[in-house]
């Protein structure tokens, strides 16, 4: 079993973010971030559970604990299938559900709510990295997200 902890971050929303992820497997331990100059909190919710099953080199049972209502909820209760179902008409992030969808699909993955900012000490860690990664300089760019809103006339 393979243990992914995760969370995201933005200063604004958009504006600029990152996220924070754990990976723990018996004695091993890994984390993983990056930040990004105009992105959203649930973009980096969603990138850090990505980025975190990407890490895996072959199929696992994985449990992925994490903070975001958006992540967990559009999973276990499949309205993601409901968006590819429709095109993802009028949804976002179809870019990062379709990377999701195809980075879960060797892994046997199960998620665990955690509350944020409750003393959770994995997912302190985890705020703490994303938060830093959102400061850093320079940060990387989320080109999907800001074409898509550059078109839209958001940014």
């Known amino acids: ?9 933005s200063s604004g929303n958009p504006g600029p973010g990152g996220y924070g992820v754990i990976l723990r497997s018996g004695k091993h331990y890994k984390e993983l971030s990056e930040g990004f100059r105009k992105t959203t909190n649930n973009r980096m919710e969603l990138l850090a559970v990505i980025k975190g099953l990407e890490s895996i080199k072959s199929p696992n049972q994985v449990m992925i604990f994490s903070d975001s209502k958006y992540v967990i909820d559009s999973i276990e209760k499949r309205w993601v299938n409901g968006w590819v179902a429709k095109g993802f008409a009028g949804k976002k992030n179809k870019d990062l559900w379709m990377r999701y969808l195809e980075a879960s699909k060797p892994h046997q993955v199960k998620f665990t709510w955690v509350r944020g900012h409750n003393g959770h000490p994995e997912n302190e860690r985890c ?7 959102g400061k850093q300089t320079p940060l990387l760019i989320d080109s999907v997200f800001e074409v898509e809103n550059a078109k839209a006339g958001l940014l």
């Open 1 to 9: 079993m393979i243990e992914i902890y995760t969370d995201g971050a």
């Open 127 to 133: 705020d703490q990295l994303a938060v830093a990664a």
